[in-house]
């Protein structure tokens, strides 16, 4: 196989890391939704930990994007 | 044929200087930085200027931004922690600045180039170093020694190791990748308009659809160039705390 398009395939692959991204997010959001209706009064205090808990699975989806990026450009 | 994405994190020499057989050129990159800085300072320093006790709406806004950051800090490092306040007050204020700064259409988004975002956590994670050996000396080194039974400890010691050195990896790349990904993002989505909007006929018509798409995400790309400096700093505090009082909190 070609070397440049055996690149182009894994940088497609390296895009599967979206899907546990996608997953953690809706996890986090979701139990938080969950947890916020049974309890309104301790949901603002959560809220920092929320987008905390966000941010650190967006983060795990772009470092398969960051892959993706190095086979595409080198 | 639409223009390349990626053409928009080119950095261009402005004013070539060479030292020392390095190239230490002033770039468009550097530019952005000096106008990041340059207006953060200017506007602090003029909303300060006039003090009152009733705060005129700059002055407001100043003194918010301060009880955000001293919040924040406060939350996960404890009163000690606000020794660090100006540090990450400034780190803060630089990521929020350039994010905002790079979402500026035909601007350059400074935090997009990791060679920033590294420098900027390897400044934090020498700090966090630094700070854990002159509080606590050899005794630092206990963060790696989790309270467990011993039996646990030869699996669990390595991976404390290997969770705080990825830290600065996972620290820097978060910021430029989130940046990265939403620039590109919205530099695909406007060669749908250009593309579109060339055809002519109904397609033109159609080209509305991807614009007010671009709108959307631009909204969006907002609440993310906050998020992201947000994220940027407390994680800066958790690390901080965590060299500060190791375990026992």
Not at chain 2, 135 to 154: E, N, T
């Amino acid at each position: 196989m070609d070397i440049q398009a055996a690149k182009y395939i894994g940088a497609g692959l390296a895009t599967i890391a979206f899907v546990g991204s996608g997953v953690g997010i809706g996890v986090v959001f979701g139990n938080y939704i969950s947890g916020a209706l049974r309890n309104p009064g301790a949901a603002q205090t959560q809220y920092t930990n929320l987008l905390l808990g966000f941010a650190l699975c967006e983060a795990q989806g772009l470092f398969g994007l960051m892959i993706a990026l190095i086979l595409m450009f080198t | 044929m639409a223009a390349n994405p990626m053409e928009q994190f080119e950095i261009k020499p402005l004013i070539p200087i060479q030292l020392g057989g390095y190239d230490v050129s002033f770039t468009n990159q550097s530019m952005w930085m000096v106008i990041v800085v340059g207006a953060l300072s200017l506007f602090f320093v003029l909303a300060t200027w006039r003090r009152s006790l009733v705060p005129s709406r700059a002055q407001s806004m100043t003194e918010l931004s301060y009880e955000f950051v001293a919040g924040m800090l406060n939350m996960t490092a404890g009163e000690e922690g606000l020794k660090f306040f100006p540090f990450i007050f400034t780190i803060f204020f630089f990521v929020a600045g350039s994010n905002f700064f790079g979402l500026i259409p035909g601007s350059f988004t400074v935090t997009s180039q990791i060679a920033v975002t590294f420098a900027l956590t390897a400044v934090i994670i020498l700090t966090v170093i630094i700070t854990g050996f002159i509080k606590h000396g050899i005794r630092f080194l206990k963060l790696f020694v989790p309270k467990a039974p011993i039996a646990m400890l030869p699996l669990l010691v390595p991976l404390e190791i290997i969770s705080f050195c990825t830290r600065p990896m996972s620290l820097s790349v978060r910021l430029f990748a989130n940046m990265l990904a939403g620039h590109t993002m919205l530099k695909v989505m406007a060669g749908f308009v250009i593309a579109l909007g060339g055809a002519g006929g109904i397609l033109s018509v159609a080209s509305i659809a991807p614009m007010a798409l671009i709108v959307a995400v631009t909204a969006l790309e907002i609440l993310v160039a906050f998020l992201q400096a947000y994220v940027f700093a407390i994680l800066s505090c958790i690390y901080l705390s965590e060299a500060l009082h190791l375990h026992d909190h």
